[in-house]
């Protein structure tokens, strides 16, 4: 009972604050925010512990995993774990959320409704990383959609109706094809069940041993078959010994999201609509969740939506929202459908290689600061998507590592733009110049902020970068995808060049905004960063230079996760 | 000896850390000095086991990146470790030397500056990372602490970032020469500069990035345990053959070898101000003349040659042709840029990439012919009497107030006689005549060039194999002829605008003293123990040798090449030192060879070429067009409240999909209530039916 309980409190914090939140008098909107403040540090000290623990226990397992019957006959079940992949994520959202609510604190309308949006946010974020049930899954992605459509188009700037509209609608594209392709394969299941061959590696994984000895994986009894085709329980120590005879699953129909991958050459034989229901699968869960990171060419309600969202939903949005569509593939997408996601994964990387150029480009041609750390932002996330469909070790443990230091970075320049609309009430680059004589503070977390989305070694920036860069060079998932063994090589060679332009336009910004002579005389008494900003950004400055000076804890964390999808996706299409 | 070895970049480290996080008022600099200094004996200390027995230092590797097995790629793990030999011993006391050097001479050059303290901390961190790069065990953190050395010089380049483009400052447009042209007046500024810098070096990294990355790979397929971009562990797998086993781009064995080091010696061009990516170096100027002293002169610049050095072994001879090539085209090219600059800064950047060039040539004619060493050896050479001419010009330029155009200086070395000697001493130096410095490393570098000119010639065109070996003698014509103008307007003749020159003086004492020491090191007694010119051997050649054994060519052939190289480059300093020497007797010419001089002037065009094609052209109309194509047009982009109009951009796709689809609707009527809340309802109802009816 400990494990599911301790981990809804991860949504269930968030969730009765954001509903006792309402009850706060008018009037008393300090209170709301000290409320808000102390609610969001639980999930950010639970994310950090099981972060902890997770780069401690350095293997690939869930620390935590629990799995109680909601609606048996539905198949729903409250099953919630967290493994060294939702640690290092929740850990991010704890720090994000922190960040935004403390970055909120100068939010004057409907004060404590705009606090309450915003723990519901998270109370969904935090949800689905901990949900292992689709249905579960699915409640939490669309949980977190309604705040955030709220608060942009509430709290928004100038035009944020529209911007919130177009960020509505896409998601809600991305929920629906979430919704049938969900439907489609619960009910693709026989009633009966599947039964399915276990690896000794997966059963090792998902071992649990019953009040009698047998064993069970993910919480399902596992039987070996004598001659004479009869099943019999095997006990957990000869599994644990390695038992040399294959292993047997009955997969039940329900939504459980661990069975779902038990089943994935299941679904390579099931038909739908005339299409391969691996491949009708794995494209809806891909658009689903290609929309929230966002992939090439379904980007441009980002801009958007950064631009007319308040500067702490911006936070919000590039420091957790844009990883949850990762998550979602390394989740559900590519574990489910392994053959399919290495099949199309030259197409893949090519969306990513793009997004790394075009969107580093069109932050080049950026006048509105927002706009250009937006673009900066679907630049940086290409590179996830380029790791991920590598299926090295590397690159995939390059993926999660880039999600989370761009976490970091994305965080730390949406509050730096923040702060200077804060002052200015625009965010035109050429709107600034020369601030480094009267900001010295600020200039100097600027500077950081930019070396390390530029990739600069020591920062948290780089190490992302160089593993999905030295991954894809190693990679030999071109020749699975058909593209031959050079492809992922020029993948590699081609993402190179976005250290060059990287730094082209976020040192260009840094010059325009900050050096030279001062451009505008009334910023000569722009104050420099007060209390409660250094207090939101420190942090994450200093967890950008430690998390780059020093990443192991984030690889011991990662690494085992990444080696497990590898490896995963490599025997369900024969090795590379 | 493990914590000597860490100590050493660790203090300067240290002080960057305290005096960019307390911010003291008063004290950085002497902490600074301190800290180097301290730097610099622990160097002297752990370098006498190296340099007199032939040790190799190291500390444990320590893991920083490590990836766990996958299915077919090893386990490894990227580490950060010290590995001290011979060649980075050499470079370790220069960098801890010079930085010693340069701090006290800037406790003169800098005093009372507005942001005094400040230049100490960029400093000690660019020290530190320096120090990294000489120390690293491996391809990965030489890459870490590149980068690192990047954003010292960044920093230090930018100290006086707040300082208009030239186009705007009225001292600058008072100082500058009445023909000055080639330099972009209304972009060059500090803070223009220190990107620029930045970024072009990028240029060159992004190569360095690929090719370690490919280097990586290999290494790991050819079977490498632990770290695969340790230098041991490059050279094992080089050596067993790991690049024949492997493919890529149409390439395996030798041609992949070829490729993977072509694109890391990008990275080399960048930092060492290579053709084409030259044109950060001359802007950096726009930094403090001490800073440019040791970045733009001694080390920074240095680094690429460092790493080409340490990659030697890995490179192929076709990529060594490519190295002799770009170091000839550079030294020339610059060289001739050289000759026609007012500027008194500019000509010695320009002479800086000339010599990095010449460095190039000698490491493009491989270990066999020698190159190696020479080039090595002089760029130890050539880093301390150009940080010298360094100090020298910022001792000029402080005591003319700041104007850096010669045609107005003239008859300084009676106002200023150490600067006057001591530079003097660095430009017979630079000149190569003998008993000075560079007639030992230079004549090394011809030599190479013309043994690996003679090996090549059977193989290839003889263009293609003598013209690194043309373009470094008649560099060297070309070298003498510009810095003895420099020198000889300067410092000759009468003044010829007493304004500028009248309150001309030595600077303090401790900064003559720095200049003294560096003046020494003129000499080529110093390096190769002998008072005898054409003695050709040197401690130096001692320490580097071991690691690679010259028996490629054999010893008489070494040696006439070396006699040959020496009448020739004696001949080609006096040729250029005499007419200099001739033409400048009088003062600035006032006749030009005009086609030629504006071709010098405007520096071939190629700054002006970057800034048209990569800066206004990729940079700036590249950019507006690939964000007008995502968004749409800025029209779009402010009428976004009510319908905005469409455009063609993808985001114009968007909501003309969008439209339609709101027309589609609109004749489907009556559901259509306008609430969107309704419409995502009907939808996925829809569609969840469609699917429970098609599964069932």
């Known amino acids: 009972m400990f494990d599911s309980l301790f981990l809804s409190l991860f949504f269930v ?3 009765v604050v954001a509903l006792f939140l309402w009850l706060v008098p008018q009037g008393r909107e300090n209170w709301a925010r000290a409320i808000a403040l102390v609610a969001s540090f639980v999930p950010l000290g639970m994310g950090a512990a099981l972060f902890v623990l997770a780069a401690r226990a350095g293997r690939d397992a869930f620390l935590l995993r629990e799995s109680v019957p909601l609606a048996p006959t539905l198949g729903i079940s ?22 935004a609510v ?87 299941v026989p009633t009966q069940g599947v039964e399915v061959s276990v690896t000794p590696t997966a059963a090792l994984s998902g071992l649990s041993v019953a009040h009698d000895g047998s064993a069970k994986v993910w919480d399902l009894p596992l039987f070996v078959k004598d001659s004479a085709g009869q099943s019999h329980a095997v006990a957990a120590s000869v599994v644990v010994k390695g038992g040399v005879q294959p292993f047997f699953a009955q997969v039940p129909r329900d939504f459980d999201l661990l069975h779902w991958r038990m089943l994935w050459r299941f679904w390579t034989t099931q038909e739908f609509l005339g299409l391969n229901l691996a491949a009708f699968a794995f494209l809806f869960f891909f658009l689903a969740f290609a929309v929230k990171v966002p992939v090439f060419p379904l980007h441009t309600w980002l801009p958007h939506a950064h631009v007319q969202a308040p500067t702490a939903v911006s936070v919000v949005l590039a420091g957790i929202l844009l990883k949850l569509g990762v998550y979602g593939f390394l989740r559900i997408a590519w574990p489910l459908f392994p053959t399919v996601a290495a099949a199309w994964g030259g197409w893949i990387a090519l969306l990513g290689v793009v997004a790394i150029i075009w969107g580093a480009v069109a932050a080049l041609g950026q006048t509105d600061l927002k706009r250009l750390v937006a673009y900066s932002s679907i630049s940086h996330m290409g590179y996830c998507l380029l790791g991920l469909s590598a299926l090295t070790v590397a690159g995939i443990s390059g993926c999660m590592i880039q999600m989370f230091s761009h976490g970091l970075g994305a965080s730390l320049l949406f509050l730096l733009v923040g702060v200077l609309y804060d002052r200015a009430h625009h965010r035109e680059v050429e709107g600034f110049g020369g601030l480094a004589a009267t900001m010295p503070a600020f200039t100097a977390v600027f500077m950081l902020a930019a070396f390390s989305s530029a990739g600069l070694p020591g920062l948290s920036g780089f190490v992302g970068e160089l593993s999905v860069i030295l991954g894809s060079i190693q990679s030999h998932a071109g020749v699975v995808a058909g593209w031959g063994p050079d492809a992922f090589r020029w993948f590699g060679i081609v993402a190179s060049t976005g250290v060059i332009l990287s730094a082209a336009y976020l040192l260009w910004t840094v010059k325009r905004v900050a050096f030279g002579p001062l451009r505008h005389a009334e910023q000569a008494n722009f104050r420099d960063l007060t209390w409660h900003e250094r207090f939101s950004l420190y942090p994450l400055a200093i967890l950008t230079v430690l998390f780059g000076v020093w990443p192991h804890p984030l690889l011991a964390a990662l690494g085992p996760w990444a080696r497990d999808l590898s490896l995963h996706v490599a025997s369900a299409v024969g090795g590379f | 000896m493990t914590t000597t070895l860490l100590a050493i970049p660790a203090i300067p480290l240290a002080v960057f850390l305290i005096l960019f996080l307390l911010r003291p008022r008063k004290g950085g600099d002497w902490l600074a000095i301190l800290g180097m200094a301290v730097s610099f004996l622990l160097s002297l200390r752990v370098a006498v086991p190296v340099l007199s027995q032939g040790q190799i230092l190291s500390t444990p590797s320590l893991p920083w990146l490590a990836f766990p097995k996958g299915l077919d790629v090893p386990a490894f793990a990227l580490s950060l470790g010290i590995r001290l030999d011979p060649m980075g011993t050499v470079m370790l006391l220069i960098v801890t030397g010079l930085s010693l050097a340069v701090l006290v001479y800037s406790t003169w050059y800098l005093h009372g500056d507005r942001c005094y303290t400040r230049f100490f901390g960029h400093f000690s961190f660019f020290a530190f990372a320096m120090m990294g790069i000489v120390l690293s065990d491996n391809l990965l953190m030489t890459f870490i602490f590149w980068e690192l050395v990047g954003v010292g010089s960044y920093l230090l380049i930018g100290y006086w970032s707040d300082k208009p483009a030239v186009a705007d400052d009225s001292f600058y447009q008072g100082m500058k020469a009445k023909y000055a042209t080639g330099i972009l007046e209304s972009k060059l500024s500090p803070a223009h500069a220190q990107l620029k810098a930045f970024v072009m070096n990028r240029v060159g990294d992004f190569g360095f990035l690929a090719g370690l990355s490919i280097f990586a790979w290999v290494s790991l397929a050819g079977g490498i345990q632990g770290n695969p971009l340790s230098w041991e562990h490059l050279r094992l797998a080089v050596a067993s053959g790991a690049f024949d086993h492997v493919a890529f781009a149409g390439l395996s064995g030798t041609g992949l070898l070829t490729l993977a080091g072509i694109f890391v010696f990008l990275g080399a061009m960048g930092k060492s101000a290579q053709f084409p990516l030259h044109t950060w170096l001359p802007d950096a100027m726009q930094g403090p003349t001490t800073a440019s002293a040791i970045i733009h002169a001694a080390t920074m610049v240095a680094a690429g040659v460092f790493l080409t050095a340490r990659m030697l072994p890995f490179l192929t001879p076709d990529a060594l042709l490519f190295v002799s090539w770009i170091g000839a085209i550079t030294a020339f090219l610059a060289a001739t840029i050289a000759l026609v600059q007012w500027d008194f800064k500019a000509v010695l950047a320009y002479s800086t990439i000339s010599q990095l060039g010449y460095m190039m040539i000698g490491l493009g004619a491989g270990a066999e012919t020698g190159g190696y060493s020479a080039g090595l050896s002089h760029l130890f050479t050539h880093a301390l009497f150009k940080c010298l001419l360094f100090l020298g010009a910022a001792s000029v330029i402080h005591g003319c107030g700041n104007h850096q155009d010669m045609n107005r200086f003239g008859g300084l070395w009676k106002k200023m006689p150490w600067t006057a000697a001591t530079t003097g ?12 410095s560079s007639f030992w490393s230079k004549d090394a570098l011809i030599a190479s060039a013309l043994l690996a000119a003679q090996g090549r010639s059977g193989h290839m065109a003889a263009w293609l194999a003598w013209g690194p070996w043309a373009f470094s003698v008649l560099t060297a014509a070309l070298t003498c002829f510009y810095m003895t103008r420099q020198w000889s307007l300067t410092f000759l003749g009468t003044a010829r605008d007493p304004e500028v020159t009248a309150h001309a003086h030595d600077p303090w004492p401790r900064a003559k003293v720095v200049l003294f020491v560096l003046a020494l090191f003129t000499f080529q007694f110093v390096w190769t123990g002998s008072l005898n010119p054409f003695g050709a051997s040197s401690w130096l050649d001692g320490a580097l040798a071991p690691l690679f054994p010259v028996d490629g060519v054999s010893e008489a052939l070494r040696h006439h090449a070396h006699l040959q190289t020496m009448e020739l480059s004696v001949l080609m300093a006096f040729f250029g030192i005499g007419l200099s020497l001739f033409l400048y007797r009088k003062g600035p010419m006032t006749k030009s060879v005009k086609p030629l001089w504006s071709l010098f002037a405007n520096l071939w065009f190629i700054d002006r070429l970057w800034d048209l094609l990569w800066v206004e052209g990729f940079g700036k109309r590249g950019g507006r067009l690939v964000a007008t194509a995502d968004l749409g047009s800025s029209e779009r982009l402010t009428r976004l409240e009510t319908r905005p109009p469409l455009s063609p951009s993808i985001d114009g796709v968007v909501d003309g999909i969008a439209r339609l689809a709101g027309v589609l609707g609109g004749l489907l009527g009556r559901l259509q209530n306008g609430r969107s809340v309704a419409y995502v309802g009907y939808a996925t109802l829809i569609l969840g039916l469609l699917a429970l009816f098609l599964v069932i």
């Open chain 1, 13 to 15: 914090v968030p969730l």
């Open chain 1, 78 to 99: 409250w099953h919630l774990g967290v493994d060294g992949l939702s640690a290092t994520l929740l850990f991010l959202s704890g720090i994000v959320g922190t960040v």
């Open chain 2, 425 to 436: 001493l660095a430009t017979l130096a630079i000149c190569g005549l003998p008993f000075f």
């Open chain 1, 102 to 188: 403390l970055a909120s604190f100068g939010i004057k309308r409907k004060v404590r409704g705009y606090f309450s949006l915003l723990l519901l946010l998270f109370a969904g974020v935090n949800g689905v990383f901990v949900a292992l049930d689709m249905v579960l899954f699915y409640v939490f992605w669309e949980l977190m959609l309604i705040p955030m459509f709220l608060l942009i188009a509430l709290w928004g700037g100038e035009q944020r109706r529209y911007a919130a509209l177009k960020f509505f609608f896409y998601t809600m594209a991305g929920s629906i094809s979430l919704l049938v392709v969900m439907l489609t394969l619960y009910l693709k």
